[in-house]
């Protein structure tokens, strides 16, 4: 039987381990990298993604940035993530569970990016695995949302890589790039039966996850 429940989880462990990937909360000490990172997948991220703020890659805004996702975590509200190889701890991307939702809901949308030097090398693919395993097994949801631009061909295959299923088209859904854009809509629910190994091992990566 599924277990349900009407409020928070109160036990969250904020470390993920996934297949060679690992996730966890982002810290002061990961700001070079991450900037340099994002830095350097700007053009490569910037069609999938709000339009950055002018300060965003500094320091300061990431120290906002993360007593923000401390904040949020401590609410129950998301749990953002920074992925990680694990054999060598290298940053790869980040990954959000995000807008979650309790009582009769139980759900959450999941946003994810990934830097374009680890693209198409299935790191996403296998954090958004773990990601859905952790919403399921220790947040006790339901149901994990996701919405991708229909041209995100990599991202779509990352979703469907995950189980996720494709449920519908929004219009003008969300503002990327500077333009509201149309957006297919994935979900994933505790119950769905699981993926057959061949599906599971694809290793397509999308850009980043709107």
């Not at 979900?187 to 599906?199: F, G, H, S, Y």
């Amino acid at each position: 039987m599924a277990l349900f429940r009407l409020g928070p989880s109160t036990d969250h462990s904020t470390f993920v381990r996934g297949d060679g990937v690992l996730l966890r909360p982002a810290e002061m000490s990961d700001f070079q990298d991450w900037a340099r990172l994002r830095e350097h997948s700007r053009s490569f991220l910037t069609p999938w993604e709000p339009i950055w703020p002018s300060d965003d890659l500094t320091r300061a805004a990431f120290r906002r940035r993360v007593k923000r996702h401390a904040e949020e975590m401590a609410r129950d509200e998301a749990f953002p993530f920074l992925i990680f190889r694990a054999r060598d701890k290298a940053l790869v991307g980040g990954l959000t569970i995000g807008q979650i939702r309790r009582g009769v809901a139980q759900a959450a949308t999941i946003g994810y990016w990934v830097g374009m030097s680890y693209a198409g090398q299935g790191y996403m693919s296998r954090a958004v695995r773990a990601a859905v395993a952790y919403s399921f097994q220790t947040l006790r949801l339901h149901r994990v949302e996701a919405a991708c631009l229909p041209t995100n061909i990599a991202s779509i295959r990352v979703l469907e890589s995950a189980g996720f299923k494709r449920e519908g088209l929004a219009r003008s859904y969300l503002r990327i790039n500077g333009r509201w854009q149309d957006h297919l809509l994935f979900a994933v629910l505790e119950n769905d039966p699981p993926l057959p190994p061949r599906l599971r091992a694809r290793n397509d990566d999308g850009p980043a996850e709107s």
